[in-house]
C-alpha cells in the first residue's frame, strides 16, 4: 500500500510503503484512487491554525502528532471486505 504521509509539519510529504490491510469484523478495505485535501488539512501540515491577533493554535497540543496522512475526502473502490461485512 502506498501512501503520502505528513511526517514532520511543514516538510513535504513522505511517499510511504506499507503492507495492504486485511479487513476484519466489519471493516471495508477501500482502494483511494482520488482524496480532497481541504484548507484544515493544509494547516494540520503546517502544525497550527492562526487564530488572528498573532495568536496560534499548535495541533501537536492537541494529540496530533504526524505521521499521519492527509485527505479526509476520499474516493475510491472496494477492494475486500471483512467476514462481517454486509455488500
Do not use: N
Not at 473502490?77 to 467476514?83: F, I, L, S
Amino acid at each position: 500500500m502506498i501512501s503520502y504521509q505528513i511526517v514532520e509539519h511543514g516538510r513535504p510529504l513522505q511517499k510511504v510503503l506499507g503492507e495492504t490491510p486485511k479487513p476484519q469484523g466489519t471493516e471495508v478495505l477501500v482502494r483511494i484512487t482520488r482524496s480532497g485535501v481541504c484548507h484544515s488539512d493544509l494547516h494540520i501540515w503546517e502544525g497550527y491554525f492562526e487564530l488572528g491577533g498573532g495568536r496560534r493554535f499548535y495541533v501537536k497540543e492537541r494529540g496530533c502528532v504526524p505521521p499521519f496522512t492527509p485527505g479526509h475526502e476520499p474516493f475510491g473502490v472496494v477492494e475486500a471486505v471483512g467476514p462481517r461485512a454486509k455488500e
